[in-house]
């Protein structure tokens, strides 16, 4: 594939949200979408950079092309920043873009995948443990090593690292802040600001699930993530798919601590690397 040293245009992205999954993503995807000033595809996770590389650049510029007059262009894809090799391929394409980041207490976030997961792509029957100490979900929790080469080849200025905590405690404050970002109007208010979006769920049948879930990545690789979207978001398919959760995980304390020792050991890291504190509910949760 021939590639150009960068992207030039004015229907490509400005602004990338990267991650983390279970963190608020799909909520901030609405918030993106129901802007007046900003264009965001009809699918949330492109994963042009990561999985869909090969299908080249012309595919990629053609999922923007009705942005028209949009002041920010953008996309979410919570997985770019699970391999180092996404956050090359944006700075080489698209050295000029703005990365978003949430981040979740990693031992919530965990629970909320290991309840999510279950329906899609594991063995319900796998515990708590194994799910979490293995070497995929630590990697996905890893937000230093996972940070790191947006921060080191784009620059601090152009990474906007929130949390989770703070979109729960004044989503006004928060969406104000990524607007403020990406230079569109600030002021506005979303109409899913106080909505949930994509809340913890269980699956109807576990088996039908997990193949809507095989099927609309198989539609992914036809090069249908726009379709895939819209189905996703629709709430006469979710409410086929899906019901509320119907009962807590039973997980033992001992795992529970185990695991915020593991986590925690790269915090100072994060820290330096992001120039702030934690937020202090990461410390001080049982």
């Known amino acids: 594939m021939t590639c150009?040293?960068?992207?030039?245009?004015?229907r490509l992205p400005t602004f990338?949200?990267?991650?983390?999954?279970?963190?608020?993503?799909?909520?901030?995807?609405?918030?993106?979408?129901?802007?007046?000033?900003?264009?965001?595809?009809?699918?949330?996770?492109?994963?042009?950079?990561?999985?869909?590389?090969?299908?080249?650049?012309?595919w990629y510029c053609g999922q923007f092309h009705n942005a028209r007059n949009a002041k920010a262009i953008g996309e979410v894809s919570h997985d770019y920043f699970l391999a180092q090799s996404s956050a090359y391929r944006i700075a080489y394409h698209l050295p000029e873009v703005k990365i978003i980041a949430c981040l979740r207490e990693p031992v919530d976030k965990i629970l909320s995948s290991y309840r999510f997961n279950r329906t899609t792509t594991v063995n319900k029957n796998i515990t708590f443990g194994e799910?979490?100490?293995?070497?995929?979900?630590?990697?996905?929790?890893?937000?230093?090593?996972?940070?790191?080469?947006?921060?080191?080849?784009?620059?601090?200025?152009?990474?906007?690292?929130?949390?989770?905590?703070?979109?729960?405690?004044?989503?006004?404050?928060?969406?104000?802040?990524?607007?403020?970002?990406?230079?569109?109007?600030?002021?506005?208010?979303?109409?899913?600001?106080?909505?949930?979006?994509?809340?913890?769920?269980?699956?109807?049948?576990?088996?039908?699930?997990?193949?809507v879930f095989s099927g609309a990545r198989f539609a992914r690789k036809l090069g249908l993530a726009n379709l895939v979207?819209?189905?996703?978001?629709?709430?006469?398919?979710?409410?086929?798919?899906?019901?509320?959760?119907?009962?807590?995980?039973?997980?033992?304390?001992?795992i529970i601590h185990r695991l915020r020792q593991t986590l925690s050991e790269t915090y100072p890291e994060l820290e330096q690397l992001l120039d702030c504190r934690l937020p202090k509910a990461w410390r001080e949760t049982p």
């Not at 150009?4 to 004015?10: K, L």
Request: a positive charge.
């Open 131 to 211: 799910y979490a100490f293995s070497s995929a979900i630590l990697k996905q929790n890893a937000y230093f090593e996972n940070l790191r080469p947006f921060v080191e080849l784009l620059g601090r200025s152009r990474v906007l690292v929130l949390f989770y905590d703070d979109l729960k405690l004044n989503p006004n404050a928060f969406v104000q802040r990524i607007y403020q970002f990406i230079g569109v109007n600030d002021c506005f208010q979303p109409p899913s600001l106080h909505r949930r979006v994509l809340p913890a769920r269980d699956a109807r049948s576990e088996w039908l699930a997990h193949k």
């Open 4 to 10: 150009p040293r960068s992207i030039v245009g004015p």
């Open 16 to 58: 990338l949200y990267v991650g983390a999954s279970k963190a608020g993503s799909s909520w901030i995807y609405e918030i993106l979408r129901e802007h007046p000033e900003v264009f965001v595809p009809a699918a949330k996770d492109l994963q042009f950079f990561d999985s869909y590389y090969q299908k080249g650049l012309d």
């Open 229 to 254: 979207g819209t189905i996703k978001r629709s709430q006469v398919a979710s409410a086929l798919l899906y019901r509320p959760p119907s009962r807590d995980l039973a997980i033992s304390d001992d």
